[in-house]
Antibody
Framework: QVQLQESGPGLVKPSETLSLTCAVS?????????WGWIRQSPGKGLEWIGT???????YYNPSLKSRVTISVDTSKNQFSLKLTSVTAADTAVYYC??????????????WGQGTLVTVSS | QSALTQPRSVSGSPGQSVTISCTGT?????????VSWYQHHPGKAPKLMIS???KRPSGVPDRFSGSKSGNTASLTISGLQAEDEADYYC????????????FGGGTKLTVL
């Protein structure tokens, strides 16, 4: 059974960098599939942040592209999110998820439980 | 404002059918068969219900079905059950100018 678990600070100060890691178990990232980050701000809908392949190829939400970096560490079977220059608008529950085996196809079929990140001084 | 338009809420009685629409454009819903639907109970992880417009993942009841016509995709839930009450989100690949994924604003399903 594929399982994903997000980890990282729950509180980040404005203008600083948000860093989260998604540990994957039950499946080797190196075997394929794309992996992504999605967030949900309080009272709002889901927002795609970006997607990565085990080779390191990345695709980002154009509205966040200038602040986002997603990376993968196949030796630890995990992938990570960095979001710079955060503001209160970045307060959200952040989810990591497995995307399709082919880019853009298959939807996000396995999700982490999500982690709340609050941006506040 | 979300890229894909969904009704804010729909409702139905147990046993009835409801359909949730998801309207986009030719650069997303209308242009590709990469529409997916998610069920989201507050406080839990979203669950994939439909992928690639019509595909139902293993374990999802066949009461859930997806379709698409032009720039509008739809999720139909037949034989409504109390546990179907949740938020539902559509999602699509959006290409042409950029490579990205867009979500709808979500629809709250109430089982009366």
């Amino acid at each position: 059974q594929v399982q994903l678990q997000e980890s990282g600070p729950g509180l980040v100060k404005p203008s600083e960098t948000l860093s989260l890691t998604c540990a994957v178990s039950g499946y080797s990232i190196s075997n394929g599939y794309y992996w992504g980050w999605i967030r949900q701000s309080p009272g709002k809908g889901l927002e795609w942040i970006g997607t990565i392949y085990h080779s390191g190829s990345t695709y980002y939400n154009p509205s966040l592209k200038s602040r986002v970096t997603i990376s993968v560490d196949t030796s630890k079977n995990q992938f990570s999110l960095k979001l710079t220059s955060v503001t209160a608008a970045d307060t959200a529950v952040y989810y990591c998820a497995r995307a399709g085996i082919q880019l853009w196809s298959g939807g996000f079929d396995y999700w982490g439980q999500g982690t709340l990140v609050t941006v506040s001084s | 404002q979300s890229a894909l338009t969904q009704p804010r809420s729909v409702s139905g009685s147990p046993g009835q059918s409801v359909t949730i629409s998801c309207t986009g454009t030719s650069r997303d819903v209308g242009g590709y068969n990469y529409v997916s639907w998610y069920q989201h109970h507050p406080g839990k992880a979203p669950k994939l219900m439909i992928s690639d417009v019509t595909k139902r993942p293993s374990g999802v009841p066949d009461r859930f079905s997806g379709s698409k016509s032009g720039n509008t995709a739809s999720l139909t839930i037949s034989g409504l059950q109390a546990e179907d009450e949740a938020d539902y989100y559509c999602c699509s690949y959006a290409g042409s100018y950029t490579f990205e994924v867009v979500f709808g604003g979500g629809t709250k399903l109430t089982v009366l």
